[in-house]
């Protein structure tokens, strides 16, 4: 068995046109993170809302709101000429509720089930490195959670069965290659998420919708992306290696 990192290089090549990293952190400014209160008013009112902007928002990213779209009221502050604050209501529209230039790709949640069963394999995987694995319930972003000191691995609940499997594999790059502190929080995450990502593609599941941006965010580009594969290609081959020997020996036990 031999994994090459090539596969992953090849795929953020595909991704590196250029400005396209440039235009994807251009239209993210102009996304703001809605409050707690926001959040609910938008759930109140447009429960399957995914990204919403206001109208200028949208027509400066090239996109229009469809005509008759009703638009999801939230609050905004607004500073009064003695520098108080009052707040007022605006209108925002869901994307889905646009159309026009298509915008930049973000990590999407996987879905779908788990074929190889590769989860419960990555569960023993981990057991025999002395660490628990368990689903739990998680802060709204985090999919996975990697503890050294206490050996355990949290895996939030609400995934799909496919993205615990990819997220298990994530968590357990960390465990092979990050249990000596002082590696830098980006290059962790990169090298973990591109092991998940080979291990994930040997045994048939497609993670690329999710892994791409993810890594593309962390390294700061595809250029980056590429120069951080030929650093730390030996390392996240080496692991993905490995894990991919102790996987598919836990499914041939269980099989047998």
């Not at 109208?55 to 009221?73: E, H």
């Not at 023993?124 to 206490?150: I, M, R």
């Not at 090298?191 to 593309?216: K, M, P, R």
């Not at 580009?221 to 080496?238: F, L, M, V």
């Amino acid at each position: 068995m031999s994994i090459t990192v090539t596969l992953l290089e090849d795929a953020l090549r595909s991704l590196a046109l250029e400005g396209e990293w440039e235009r994807y952190l251009k239209v993210q400014s102009r996304f703001r993170t809605y409050s707690a209160r926001n959040t609910l008013l938008i759930a109140q009112q447009c429960p399957e809302a995914t990204r919403v902007a206001g109208y200028r928002t949208w027509q400066s990213l090239n996109r229009q709101v469809i005509k008759g779209s009703r638009a999801i009221r939230i609050v905004a502050p607004s500073e009064r000429q003695d520098g108080s604050v009052k707040y007022r209501t605006v209108p925002v529209f869901d994307i889905s509720q646009t159309y026009g230039a298509e915008l930049p790709v973000t990590p999407q949640l996987l879905e779908g089930d788990d074929p190889a069963g590769l989860f419960g394999a990555l569960v023993e995987v981990a057991s025999t490195h002395l660490f628990f694995t368990d689903l739990g319930e998680l802060p709204d972003g985090v999919n996975g959670l990697c503890s050294h000191t206490d050996r355990t691995i949290v895996v939030s609940d609400v995934l799909s069965a496919r993205h615990r499997a990819k997220t298990l594999a994530h968590e357990l790059g960390h465990v092979i290659l990050h249990g000596v502190t002082g590696v830098p929080r980006p290059v962790a995450e990169f090298e973990a998420e591109s092991v998940a990502y080979l291990v994930c593609a040997h045994f048939g599941i497609e993670t690329g919708d999710y892994t791409f941006s993810y890594i593309l965010q962390w390294a700061g580009g595809p250029q980056r992306a590429r120069e951080s594969i030929i650093a730390c290609g030996d390392r996240i081959r080496s692991a993905a290696e490995l894990l991919v020997s102790e996987a598919e020996s836990a499914i041939h036990c269980t099989v047998a």
